[in-house]
């Protein structure tokens, strides 16, 4: 029997926010009619402030996220192209693998897994070989918990005079952590439905600048349902190639209107101060992250390294056995070695307490050494002192337009 | 900006379990259709089983918990008729206001908030007279955390030799605490949607005997919309005497489902481990819950009191506005002096202890001088403790039916 | 098997509209929340104008329609207070039984069951009997599809020095037929939530006067669950004063939005011409409405005649079990003699002509003679028309802010 | 102002029905949770029963239909390859477009809009061109209204000795028309979520054979997000490779239940007399098909030319705007010169003649020159017969089960 709620804690899908699950209880409707395109022409003008891209467009296709990567490869550049990847957890080298069996000539830098993208590495890369067409970064890592400086890549570029594309994996990055596309230069920011957007799997979602644009006019890979000139087509007038998810779609608006409500700024914010209460629970633990160092540290998932012979995968069978909580497992090479916490999307401070809660009975029950309600006091201090700090900054108390009746 | 969930612990309405909320996702449909009796006919058997009814009827009508309140006196009482109540809460003492407004001759024992029925007072009120037409009791008194025992008030009304009706509310209790209609010899058991149910309010519900349904055949006083005998002849047949709330017809179809697929017992066995849980929090906080001894503590419900100079409602507010997380405030006598944490419906091990976590700061903030993270600490030593003596009692590693497949 | 869309058109409740369906699908919260209030209280200020009243109050009890009845008689009568009434359906037969099963001493006068309320004799009778505490008017007798004229009785009152108060059951006329509380001088308007408002039964409302108030102020008819008193006191703090059914109040604001934004004028101009388009099909079927002239005729509910020797429950049950569509079938004296087709609320044109080509098929299967296509062809020449001139009437063509992008 | 219901007749997506609906209304899960793959297997398996594949597999990629038409190309084919396709209408001028774009060398017979598949033609090539590597049928051409006969293509390669695959096109017939993967040797055949299988578009599917298994793993075109292997391996130990559209997979879950508890044979028994009766009305308006003859009649769709001098896109538009119904417009080559009724998935007789209803306006209002309700009254009497027929055939009235109460 499943009894309660479960807690959800991987870092994607999301918890779906009771405003977004209202709008996706649509019925369906002709996604031809004359009236479809004021609200598909909105959608995509709106995505652009998340993406923070001005020129250039934002592309929906239904599928999920590695629909998206493949749409970049595959309309932005030809088979051998050279381009300059860097592989530092599960995902990256799931890039890596596409590139390859897309037919592109990948120079591959490995990394050790909790580390990001190596700067200066790519930089030396890109002066010793000209030719390379593209630059892909994992903005973040979410095998690892490890977000990498996209702005410093693009300054890499920059100095070596490199005229690549810059390609960027943004998955558990745009609309949660800052994600700056015209700013940084990135030329396809590839996302999905299923993370900061707060939705079910189903969109993959790509901002591409208009080198990108032009780039993908010049490609000659094969390609139809993920191309790009079809799809902008179909909207510019307002419509897709083909029929859309019409639920995600109406659930889209909702979480748009919901992230730009909030605020880009606000959003990332909160997202700093979530996961910097969770890291302080972590190390109240005793416990150590997968990333390497402070200046990797991811603010949408924390990845935990469990200590030697404990089975970090025993850490997530019995938080979703016995207590009904779902973390993410390790994958790739740290599987075992590490279990994630995701603390993306509509999550408060109140949701990360309660995901220490739960892990720490689970980290308990498989054997490891930590004092009990450790973690969960260390963030409960952290994010008093936060939002106390946050509200006298901020904010008259109690908030405008509340009524001041007293609690019956 | 609302973000993230709400973190629900009031005492009513409780969390609605998905299950239960898909099943309310209906479009209309006609309550006079031919096959709709099938639909009516095996819910009302099905909630005689967690009444644990055998002889007698549920009743349904559209409203909340109070008609069913207005219900059980209109049916079975007349005006001027002398009944036994006691007052130690404030959903006892609405009762009996309810009582004298409808023109019962109500001897009323006043005892302790936090404390429960007087049951030797009862049994030498009756024993002294015997006049007495019926004895209200509060099974579990939502606004102090106290349980009453109904099978004593049972023995003594026997023992008194009284024939008068037992008319107990069981709006926190029945679907969630151990009750059991006919065992106790209960008469009227008054229930509603929104506690055990977990449900939207707005269904009114009462278990009633034969004794009960024959004394409302000879009240006399004037009612139509709450009157049994126009609800039960359109019963027999299936239907309502008017519209009634369709969503919640079927949310209720899905919730007996739940209930009574984890068993009547196992439920009770639940509320208690997580009751249990909360209260180990409590006194690792060195505080006092508003029950006044062990004998009274409330399964689904805890009042914890506050040190003196501290305001209750400030703890709720706080809770509120700075954590999104909804505890009851204290009401009536109780008022600024406790704040209630609701763990009854679709909760868990975990759901408990975000509640103390969350409790935890919003007391810290008001000033209540306690260590953050003791109280999760001492819920979350008792409910691993509890859940490996259940799993060792109880069942197979992993559940049967799961495959043992790992986690990706 | 139930394939396909059930196709709905009995009068209440009616088809949720798919923006009122969206907005009941919400999460439990603390309706005690500080917050709340705000929330309430704009719904009940936006009640009053969809009742238009200005002055006075809407009361919303959680219960059913026939709920709000009762509420209307216990709060503003006293047992033995002399009421006149009509009795023409069985809707206004059922109130009549209500009032003397409470206790008032009725005046009832019976008209032909497809005749409105007999205002003439309604006024003799007032100048006979100064001592007539109210009058009741079922403004929409649901059961015969007839509707009475409101105004004309409270001019019939004023002519004859009358002061009592003026009760209207507008159950199936608040929010789709022309209501005019403030300008009728209505005391007290019944409504409930299944029909104009849209939504699942579950919420009785009243809009009531401040002479009505005034009345329940000094009414001392027991009541405790419908008491005005108690309801105002929570609702001046914006708050009820038990757990109101949520969903129902989230779908309500979306039903009060859409019906404001379409305008009082027009939800009543398009069931105007819904019902008249019905009219001409029922006319070319060569049947008879139970209404017996066209200043009756309900712009809501069309009850429909079926000739001698064939059983209108018939029409019903093969329209139900052989064409998935609910029609309502005949009520008390007109049972057998009748079906109705429900046109109210969220229904439009086609919707009316579904009706009609459904009914025609039963009619035929069950031995009626009628050219089967005759009703749909009349009702789709009288839309034609009304539609065109509507169009013409008023807009550009297409609608402003629809893009005039080509079918694809 | 949207008034009431839009009547949607558009060829998909189709209405989804209320028991898909409401499971599609979750919260989100994790889909690497090691009870997952009970749910997951579940479903494959029951998609095999609505392709009517024993061997093979079924394959369920994020994405539109489309996706699937490409996932079969890469999958099963090498570019360069020789392929025999047809093009008579849109869609299959698509498939024909996207095997070019792919690298296919294409085999085209063109075929006037309103045939089907030239089987002769295609036996013909096949047996000049021993090196034709596949054929591909569209079984239902959604744009004219045209279903070939895809048993008779089998029955032509295996004359021709060709060994070649056949890929099929089953988007708009696979869960709605007769199709038998197996007893045809079909090797490929696509889906989509929005069809037949009445749920928003978002899933691809694609029933795949042993023979195209083995192609696939032969295949050396390069592919990623739509590899067969990838996919394969993840669902045989019950998971996708990458995060699946959760509320589409408890949506197919409702869906196979629905269409499984139907049966497949009373699925397509259903749509062919929907069909007919649909095809019955436009023949009494006089109007002809775009299907030229009635083995290629579609009854999952009919396309209805209009009259020489009237726009059929004006047909559209003045059904949308005007009548709130959505019918399908003209696409390709028969743009303005055909609208399309789409009656497939969760339809039933009443909403067949609902969309001929309004589909009489909408041509009335544009100057078809045509009797009104005369398409309604052919297409009554035909269902009226058809129903009786079945009944009689088929079954005790009332259903078994239904209770014989009197429709109150």
């Given at each position: ?24 209880n ?15 022409l909105d ?6 402030r ?6 250039g467009?934002?592309?929906?296709f ?6 998206a ?14 381009v ?44 010793a ?23 410093t ?12 594309l810059?390609?960027?994996?943004g ?33 993959a ?22 191309a790009?000139?079809?799809?902008i087509?179909?909207?510019d ?7 859309p ?24 914010a909160?997202?700093?101060r ?14 150590d992250?997968c ?11 924390t ?6 012979g ?7 069978r ?10 993410g ?9 590490v ?23 689970a980290?308990?029950d ?5 004092e ?11 994010y008093?002192?936060?939002l ?21």
């Open positions: 029997m499943k009894i309660g709620t479960t807690h959800l804690f991987v870092p994607g899908p999301t918890t779906v926010p009771e405003v977004v699950r209202r709008a996706m649509v019925a369906m409707e002709d996604h031809r009619a004359p009236d479809f395109p004021d609200f598909v959608l995509l003008a709106d995505l652009k998340v993406f923070r891209l001005r020129e467009r934002v592309l929906l239904p599928g999920s996220a590695t629909g990567w493949e749409a970049a490869i595959s309309n932005c550049l030809d088979r051998g192209d050279r300059l990847m860097a592989r530092h957890g599960h995902f990256s080298h799931l890039w890596v693998d596409m590139a390859r069996r897309l037919g592109l000539d990948v120079v591959c830098h490995d990394v050790e897994w909790g580390e990001g993208v190596p700067v200066e590495a790519f930089e030396r890369s890109l002066r070989d000209p030719t390379i067409k593209a630059v892909f970064v994992t903005h973040n890592e979410t095998a690892t918990g490890v977000t990498s400086d996209v702005a890549v693009r300054r890499a570029m920059d100095a070596a005079g490199s005229d690549a810059l390609l960027v994996d998955v558990s990055s745009v609309g949660s952590l800052d994600f700056r596309q015209d700013d940084w230069g990135v030329d396809v920011a590839v996302a999905g439905s299923q993370k900061g957007f707060m939705l079910p799997a189903g969109l979602m790509l901002g591409v600048s208009e080198k990108a644009l032009a780039a993908a006019e010049r490609s000659s890979t094969e390609r139809c349902y993920f790009f000139r079809d799809m087509a179909a909207n007038v307002g419509y897709f190639p083909y029929t998810p019409l639920p995600l779609l109406h659930g889209l608006r909702a979480s748009l209107d919901r992230i730009l409500d909030e605020g880009m700024d606000d959003v990332a909160r997202h700093h979530l996961g910097e209460g969770v890291r302080q629970g972590v190390k109240a633990w005793g416990l992250l990333a390497l160092s402070p200046r990797w540290y991811s603010d949408t998932v990845a935990v390294r469990v200590p030697a404990v089975d970090g995968a025993a850490v997530c019995t938080a979703y056995h016995r207590y009904r909580t779902s973390f497992g390790g994958l790739g090479k740290v599987a075992g070695r279990f994630r916490i995701g603390h993306l999307g509509d999550v408060n401070e109140v949701s990360c307490l309660t995901a220490l809660a739960a892990a720490e009975m980290l308990l498989v054997g490891v050494d930590l009990a309600g450790a973690g969960v006091a260390a963030a409960q201090a952290y008093r002192q936060a106390a700090d946050e509200e006298a900054a901020d904010a008259p108390w109690p908030p405008a337009g509340t009524r001041l009746t007293a609690v019956l």
